[in-house]
T-cell receptor
Framework: AQSVTQLDSHVSVSEGTPVLLRCNYSSSYSPSLFWYVQHPNKGLQLLLK??????LVKGINGFEAEFKKSETSFHLTKPSAHMSDAAEYFC??????????????FGQGTTLQVKP | GAVVSQHPSRVICKSGTSVKIECRSL??????MFWYRQFPKQSLMLMATSNEGSKATYEQGVEKDKFLINHASLTLSTLTVTSAHPEDSSFYIC???????????FGSGTQLSVL
């Protein structure tokens, strides 16, 4: 069965400094992995996704994530944080197992705080 | 890009009443829609998966008679919380998928408060 663990519930960075949001996954199959962002009172927005192509995935707003099979990790990074990046971030794995439902399994979320 | 409209964004109701939440795909046909529930400070939990024209598939622990899901058309799914109680107060989000494309489009969510 698939599962996702986001290692930090809360991350605080200063504006202009790098961002690292950590995510580890467990999957019996070749997983599809996603990062979603949720701003207050808004719906989820897809930042990027990995689907067995290039291991380094570039997303929107300067974010990128690297799929490391040996470490079962899919950490999200950004070289320089912006105030508008403050939000809740979810690491997600797609349950593509034998049922092929495409159901998403969410991590617990990481709150990113950006200080001026 | 594709848009999913969820309505209402906020609803307050009395205990014992029923509340209907609508999820519409505005510019694409959604063969599959998902309903999630989010408790404060917690992650989204999948409640059920609905495919157009068939019965919804509920996750373990979700009462299907309490959370009625209807996906009668390719652009509309509804979630009805029947006989709502204060413990049903939560943030509910729907998402829609077009065909086998894994990318999901999310509604903006509905904050339900049951008094």
């Amino acid at each position: 069965a698939q599962s996702v663990t986001q290692l930090d519930s809360h991350v605080s960075v200063s504006e202009g400094t790098p961002v690292l949001l950590r995510c580890n996954y467990s999957s019996s199959y070749s997983p599809s992995l996603f990062w979603y962002v949720q701003h207050p009172n808004k719906g989820l927005q897809l930042l990027l996704k990995y689907t067995s192509a290039a291991t380094l995935v570039k997303g929107i707003n300067g974010f990128e994530a690297e799929f490391k099979k040996s470490e079962t990790s899919f950490h999200l990074t950004k070289p320089s944080a912006h105030m508008s990046d403050a939000a809740e971030y979810f690491c997600v794995v797609s349950d593509r197992g034998s049922s092929n439902t495409g159901k998403l399994i969410f991590g617990q979320g990481t709150t990113l705080q950006v200080k001026p | 890009g594709a848009v999913v409209s969820q309505h209402p964004s906020r609803v307050i109701c009395k205990s014992g009443t029923s509340v209907k939440i609508e999820c519409r795909s505005l510019d694409f046909q959604a063969t599959t829609m998902f309903w999630y529930r989010q408790f404060p400070k917690q992650s989204l939990m999948l409640m059920a998966t609905s495919n157009e024209g068939s019965k919804a598939t509920y996750e373990q622990g979700v009462e299907k008679d309490k959370f009625l899901i209807n996906h009668a058309s390719l652009t509309l799914s509804t979630l009805t919380v029947t006989s709502a109680h204060p413990e049903d107060s939560s943030f509910y989000i729907c998402s829609a998928r077009q065909g086998d494309n894994e990318k999901l489009f999310f509604g903006s969510g509905t904050q339900l408060s049951v008094l």
